[in-house]
């Protein structure tokens, strides 16, 4: 299951892994974030142990929505070592989202 970040554990969890992350922003009345979600929750299960896998609701965390400009959504990030690697704005297939954490594994 994909963690829930949130503006107090997003330091920990994400920034000091030493394992690629990658953060799905969304939100409840977000339709195309629906679509994504499952398979975010499915990556969570493929990838566990490889890497981790978790989300952000932008409204019950607005200051890391803000520090990583995020303006539209879903928006999903991609960290190595504590920087941004990759991102992807909007719905894509789950082959996309493997494709880039794929890379970040290599």
Request: with cysteine.
């Amino acid at each position: 299951m994909a963690l829930e970040l949130t503006d107090a554990n997003f330091d920990e969890l994400v920034m000091k892994s030493d394992k690629p992350v990658l953060v799905d922003f969304w939100a409840a009345w977000c339709g195309p974030c629906r679509m994504v979600g499952p398979v975010v929750e499915e990556l969570a299960k493929d990838y566990e142990g490889k890497a981790v896998i978790g989300k952000v609701d932008v409204d019950k965390n607005p200051n890391i929505s803000q520090q990583f400009g995020i303006r539209n959504i879903p928006a999903l990030l991609v960290f190595k070592n504590g920087e941004i690697v990759d991102k992807q704005v909007g719905a894509v297939p789950k082959s996309v989202l493997a494709g880039k954490l794929d890379a970040q594994l290599a």
